[in-house]
């Protein structure tokens, strides 16, 4: 098999790469090891910059994120016996969408599949070959057990942290510079409306809380959680009493309502440079990933995808080497200072551990952070700024 972008991965990532190079008049073909259901079922982000939603709707992938996303113009940040909003637009001008990512790419394999895209479901044993030479290769097994090649001339590593792609690259040539954090996030999906115009950030003794929402009947919750608990350790009615006791506010309820899922995420700053090996190139997860504490997942996998995308077209269609040597670089701007604000949203809201000398201490600074960020307006606007993504220009 040849096409111009073999791309590995259908996650959001892979998806609107194949969206953008068929655009501007490129082949591609998608390689993904898991089956279509099982990427159309994964629950996961759903806070959308502005800029991010501004490439979907460019690129013809945002129709029902525009019937059906809600605006949010702000935020709440908590803590105990004090609730205090974040205007995003009077800080800095600009909103965030909410919409699940599971409806993003629900939206786009429609879309992609509509227009004949090629995507190779439940492949094993991938691979990317010779991506330091003209003539790079991924080989992969497909689903009914047939060994494949496709010959590309350029591969596009979406596979998220996962994936193989990363790895591909020499050891030799790429630093690694990462932070594991002590906690994790145990995540609820519920079939129950939102108790919130806003999401919820709270900071409390028993560990962080969030409320987060995906539709006006669904509801996504989180509760931080040691990196090592298990998820059978919780059963529906502690999760709903420890939300309900670090988010208490007094005038306020919480509503519970059915579990439709419910997992633990271990949090982590992860960051592999370059983004670039030849003729390889990573985009979102794959090369990076941050704490969702700042809901930059996705954008920042939008953000990479849009560059690259007008990097390979730059050189595809005019012969111009000038985006895709830069492509490594201007992405990774991007990607430290989503990985700062994430880790700093983290340290801010996550409660030390149980047995951390220091934590009374580190509490208390966590408390007059949290008071300093929402009565300075110079605060808010930096919080604004990097919640929303304005505080660099979206390619
Ligand atoms: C619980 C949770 C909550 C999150 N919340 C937010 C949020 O609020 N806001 C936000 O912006 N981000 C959030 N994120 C992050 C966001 O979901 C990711 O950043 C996003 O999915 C990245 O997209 P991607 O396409 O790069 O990678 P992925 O979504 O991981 O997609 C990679 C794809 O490659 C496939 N693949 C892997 N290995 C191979 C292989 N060897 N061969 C072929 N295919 C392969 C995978 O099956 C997958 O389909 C959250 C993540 C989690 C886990």
């Known amino acids: 098999m040849r096409t111009q972008v073999a791309i590995v991965g259908s996650g959001p990532s892979g998806l609107l790469l194949s969206q953008i190079l068929a655009q501007h008049g490129i082949e591609s073909v998608i390689v993904e090891n898991r089956s279509r259901?099982?990427?159309?079922?994964?629950?996961?982000?759903?806070?959308?910059?502005?800029?991010?939603?501004?490439?979907?709707?460019?690129y013809g992938v945002a129709d029902r994120l525009h019937r059906e996303g809600q605006r949010h113009d702000g935020v709440y940040l908590q803590w105990p016996g004090e609730r205090r909003r974040i205007d995003f637009v009077e800080s800095c001008g600009?909103?965030?969408?909410?919409?699940g990512q599971t409806e993003i790419t629900k939206d786009?394999?429609?879309i992609r599949q509509a227009a004949g895209q090629q995507i190779f479901w439940e492949v094993s044993d991938t691979a990317?070959?010779?991506?330091?030479?003209?003539?790079?290769?991924?080989?992969?097994?497909?689903?009914?057990?047939?060994?494949?090649v496709i010959e590309a001339d350029y591969v596009a590593g979406c596979d998220g942290f996962h994936g193989v792609s990363r790895e591909t690259i020499p050891a030799s040539i790429r630093s690694v510079r990462q932070r594991i954090y002590p906690y994790a996030w145990l995540g609820i999906l519920a079939e129950v409306a939102p108790s919130t115009d806003e999401l919820i950030y709270a900071l409390h003794p028993d560990g962080f809380a969030m409320h987060?929402?995906?539709?006006?009947?669904?509801s996504r919750l989180y509760l931080q959680v040691a990196p090592d608990d298990d998820i059978a350790n919780w059963s529906d009615d502690r999760i709903w009493d420890g939300l309900s006791t670090r988010m208490a506010l007094d005038g306020w309820s919480l509503a519970s309502g059915p579990t439709l899922e419910k997992s633990i995420t271990p949090m982590r700053s992860f960051v592999s440079a370059p983004m670039r090996w030849g003729r390889l190139f990573l985009a979102g997860d794959a090369s990076h990933i941050v704490p969702p504490t700042g809901a930059k997942g996705l954008n920042l996998a939008i953000a990479d995808v849009k560059r690259l995308g007008?990097?390979?077209?730059?050189?595809?269609?005019?012969?111009?080497?000038?985006?895709?040597?830069?492509?490594?670089?201007?992405?990774?701007?991007?990607?430290?200072?989503?990985?700062?604000?994430?880790?700093?949203?983290?340290?801010?809201?996550?409660?030390?551990a149980a047995d951390d000398p220091d934590r009374d201490f580190l509490l208390q600074m966590?408390?007059?952070?949290?008071?300093?960020?929402?009565s300075s307006p110079t605060s808010m606007r930096y919080l604004a700024e990097n919640y929303t993504g304005a505080v660099l220009p979206w390619p």
Do not use: C
Request: hydrophobic content about 40%; aromatic content about 8%.
């Open 37 to 58: 259901e099982y990427v159309l079922a994964r629950i996961r982000a759903g806070v959308i910059e502005h800029g991010g939603v501004d490439v979907l709707t460019e």
């Open 94 to 99: 600009h909103s965030v969408w909410v919409y």
């Open 108 to 110: 786009m394999i429609e």
């Open 128 to 148: 990317i070959v010779d991506a330091d030479t003209d003539r790079p290769k991924v080989t992969f097994v497909d689903a009914d057990g047939n060994a494949q």
């Open 212 to 218: 987060s929402m995906r539709s006006e009947k669904v």
């Open 310 to 352: 007008l990097a390979l077209a730059s050189k595809i269609n005019d012969g111009s080497d000038d985006l895709i040597d830069r492509y490594s670089d201007d992405a990774l701007e991007r990607v430290w200072q989503s990985t700062h604000f994430s880790w700093w949203m983290t340290s801010m809201l996550h409660v030390p």
């Open 366 to 374: 966590q408390l007059t952070q949290l008071h300093n960020v929402t």
